[in-house]
C-alpha cells in the first residue's frame, strides 16, 4: 500500500473536540454521523472523528480544575491496548471497541476516525501489562523521558522490535474495528523537549510502519503543531497530514497568523501530504469547555477562513455540533459551496502573492481543469480598496504552471457577482469589508502552439 493513495484529496469531516473537549458519547458520534450523512455527505464531507480520551471513565467530571484529570482509570485489554470507555460507548462493551460504532457510521456512506496519545499506557507499563506478539512487557518498552506535558496517560515507546509490535497490535485492532483515520497527538512537535521537538520521530515511523502491516488504508494526521519546516520532507514520508499551528480556536488574530504560516507550508501540498491548519470552529463550539457559544468569528472572517484553507489546500475539519446546524443556514451555506470546495484537491496548485498587515492575495491553478482562482483578502480592521499588482498575479499563476496570459474575467465564488477587467495598468482594486475577502475563478488565454 502506498499511503499517499488513503487520502487522494485532502480529508473533510467532523471531530469531536471543539464542541465535546473529552466528554463525547456514543449517542452523540451517531447524531452528528446522521447529519453529516443527509446534509454534508454529497459536498465531499466523510470523516467521524472521535477526538480525544474516548477510553477514560468520568471524562470532564473535574472541568473546573483539570481537562484531563490526572491519572485517571483507563480503559484497556490484556495486551496494554486502550478500548472505549463502555459507559459511554455501550456497543463497545464485551471486547467490540468501536466496531459497532465504525459499522454504523460505514452504513451511512461515511469513515471512522479517533483520536489517540503518542505511547503506551503509564497503567500498562506500571503493571507490567503483556504485548501483543512478544514476551517482552510494557515496562521494558515504555520510554518514562517522553512524556505528554499536558497529558498523563501515556509513556513513549523505544525504538526497539518489541516496540514496533506494539505498535504493530494497535494497528490490528484498529484495523479489526474498521478505523478509516488516525489522529496522533503528541507527536508532531513535543513540547516538553523544546531543544528535541522532533525526538518521536521514530515512532512516526513505526506507527506508518503499522499501518502499512495491518492491511487497511488509514490516514495518519499528526499533532499537535506548530509543525517543523525542516521535517517536512519526513512527515511527507510517513503522515498524510501534519499540524502547522497550536490549537486554533475562532479568535481573529490567530486566523491572520495562519497566512503566514500557509505561506511557509505553500510549497509542500501534494496528493495525500497536507499541511493542516487544525479544525474550523464554526456553528456552535465549546459546549464540553463549559461555556458553549456560537463561534466567535463573523461571517465575513469564516469565509476568509474557508477561503484560506480551501484555495491552500489544507484538511477540513469541522468543529461545530452538528445537529445544530439544522438552524443555521448561514454557517450550512459556508459549508456546501461546491465551487470553494472545489479548490481543494492537491491539483490546485497554491501561490501566495502578496502579504502584508492589511492584506493578503493567492492564487491557485488547476492544470487538469484548466482553472485559474485569485483570492484577495483585507486583513486590516476597517474596510479597505485593496490593491495587489497585475504583474505579481500573473507571475505566481505562472509559478504554479498556468499557461499564457491572466485575463480578468469571471465569477466571484461566494456571492457570484462577475469581475470583468478591473485592471487599471498594473494594479486591480477590490473594495473589501474588515476582514473580508473575494475569490474568483478567472480566465487566461492560451499559449499558442507551434
Known sequence: ???????????????????????????????????????????????????????????????????????????????????????????????????????????????????????????????????????????????????????????????????????????????????????????????????????????????????????????????????????????????????????????????????WRCELWQDHVSPGCYPDCDMLPMGYVGKGFGQERKTNFTLEEQRTMMTLWCIFGAPLMLGAEMTLLEDDPETMSLLTNREVLGMLPPQCRPRQVVRDEDKAAWVAYNASEDRCYLAVFCLSDGGAQVQISRREVQQALEDVGMPGQLVLWGTELWCGETVEDRFDGDSLTFPLTAHGCKVYALSHTKDEQP
Not at 207 to 224: D, T, Y
Open 1 to 259: 500500500m502506498n499511503k499517499n493513495d488513503f487520502a487522494r484529496t485532502p480529508p473533510m469531516g467532523w471531530n469531536s473536540y471543539d464542541y465535546y473537549d473529552t466528554t463525547v458519547n456514543e449517542a452523540q458520534v451517531r447524531a452528528n454521523a446522521a447529519f453529516m450523512a443527509e446534509h454534508l455527505r454529497e459536498y465531499g464531507w466523510e470523516y467521524v472523528v472521535v477526538d480525544i480520551q474516548w477510553y477514560a471513565q468520568k471524562p470532564g467530571t473535574r472541568r473546573q480544575e483539570f481537562q484531563y484529570i490526572p491519572f485517571s482509570h483507563l480503559e484497556m485489554d490484556e495486551y496494554s491496548r486502550l478500548l472505549p470507555d463502555p459507559e459511554r460507548f455501550p456497543s463497545s462493551a464485551g471486547g467490540a471497541g468501536f466496531g459497532p460504532l465504525a459499522e454504523y457510521v460505514h452504513s451511512l456512506g461515511l469513515k471512522f476516525g479517533i483520536h489517540i496519545m503518542r505511547g503506551i499506557p503509564r497503567l500498562s507499563a506500571h503493571l507490567h501489562g503483556k504485548i501483543k506478539g512478544c514476551a517482552v512487557t510494557a515496562n521494558e518498552i515504555a520510554d518514562p523521558t517522553m512524556i505528554c506535558g499536558w497529558n498523563s496517560d501515556m509513556y513513549g515507546v523505544r525504538n526497539r522490535p518489541e516496540g514496533q509490535a506494539y505498535y504493530d497490535s494497535l494497528m490490528e485492532l484498529y484495523a479489526q474495528w474498521g478505523v478509516d483515520y488516525i489522529k496522533c497527538d503528541d507527536i508532531c512537535n513535543l513540547a516538553m523537549l523544546p531543544h528535541k521537538p522532533y525526538a518521536a520521530r521514530h515512532e512516526v515511523e513505526m506507527i506508518a510502519k503499522a499501518i502499512e502491516k495491518c492491511g487497511r488504508e488509514i490516514v495518519l494526521s499528526l499533532s499537535p503543531g506548530p509543525a517543523l519546516l525542516e521535517q517536512a520532507g519526513h512527515y511527507g514520508k510517513y503522515a498524510n497530514m501534519w499540524r502547522i499551528t497550536g490549537d486554533f480556536w475562532d479568535d481573529w488574530s490567530a486566523l491572520k497568523e495562519m497566512f
